[in-house]
């Protein structure tokens, strides 16, 4: 990776809100992982938070938002070639073969249990769906083997430097980078976060057993504190390349989602994709 203008020390240390982030801003941002991150717990718990995500996801329609979102930027292309990253329960991705006569779709994750889950799945005998244990901070694929890489929902789970990795990568294997992600709200906004604790209980409540509350409240919270700013994703993804064109595309007005897309500068990377394809 090359890291631009920045060190990796610096890089590390980069704030959540950004390089320009106010005292207070930085103060609230927390190291504490949440629990789909952590190994020192039953992946029955994990799985319970992972599969809320996934109905609450389905219920509000969240799947195929996201799935919508991946397919404008792949509009232009007939069999388009996906790859995506921290797929949790693949709700997106059996949102874009559903949405998509022909796109191919890689589903992913590193979690091993979520991937045993999706492969076990419909998802995983879907015929243009191939299921791979992935960490997005280490991406083997070849270059430029897919037209897009997706990451949703997930991002704020690494510290800067995994994220400036997996920029790094993602654009090396895809011709582009979506991430959708919590937009870090203004510090006032997260002071006030606490407040959408009922409607959020409410709404889990809707689709999981009230079991399922302080566990998912518990990863809100954390993912709020978590959460990159746009300046952040621009400073990062500077870091992984000087030249990474960093673009914001439009998000949903009711969500506080920001779908931002990674690509290296046009014409980069095209004879290595030619070389791919000829190949197969
Ligand atoms: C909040 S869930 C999001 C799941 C799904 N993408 C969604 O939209 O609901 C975060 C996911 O990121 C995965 N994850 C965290 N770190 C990862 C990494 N380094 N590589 C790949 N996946 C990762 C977790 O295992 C988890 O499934």
Not at 42 to 51: A, M
Not at 142 to 164: G, K, R, T, W
């Amino acid at each position: 990776m090359t890291q631009g203008k920045l060190t990796a020390e610096e890089i590390a240390r980069m704030p959540r809100g950004g390089p320009d982030a106010s005292w207070i801003n930085r103060r609230l941002q927390t190291r504490r992982p949440e629990i789909t991150d952590r190994y020192d717990i039953s992946d029955e718990l994990k799985q319970k938070v992972i599969g809320t995500l996934d109905r609450f996801g389905e219920r509000f329609g969240l799947h195929t938002l996201n799935a919508q979102m991946v397919l404008d930027q792949v509009a232009e292309l007939d069999n388009p070639r996906i790859l995506e990253l921290g797929a949790g329960h693949g709700g997106v991705s059996a949102e874009i073969l559903r949405l998509h006569p022909s796109a191919e779709v890689t589903v992913s994750d590193l979690d091993p249990a979520s991937v045993s889950n999706i492969a076990a799945s419909p998802l995983g005998r879907h015929p243009r769906c191939t299921v791979k244990l992935i960490d997005a901070t280490k991406i083997d694929e070849p270059e430029n083997s897919f037209d897009l890489v997706v990451f949703a929902v997930s991002m704020h789970h690494l510290p800067p430097q995994d994220v400036a990795q997996v920029i790094a990568d993602a654009t090396r294997v895809g011709k582009k980078f979506l991430v959708i992600d919590l937009e870090r709200p203004s510090t006032l906004g997260i002071l006030l976060a606490p407040l959408m604790f009922i409607p959020t209980a409410v709404a889990v409540m809707m689709v999981s057993p009230p079991s399922a509350v302080p566990p998912f409240l518990h990863d809100s919270l954390i993912g709020t504190l978590r959460a990159y700013s746009r300046s952040a994703f621009k400073a990062l993804g500077t870091a992984a390349d000087p030249d990474m064109v960093v673009e914001f595309a439009p998000g949903t007005r009711s969500l506080p989602w920001i779908p931002v897309v990674f690509s290296r500068p046009t014409g980069a990377g095209e004879s290595e994709r030619d070389n791919v394809e000829q190949s197969h």
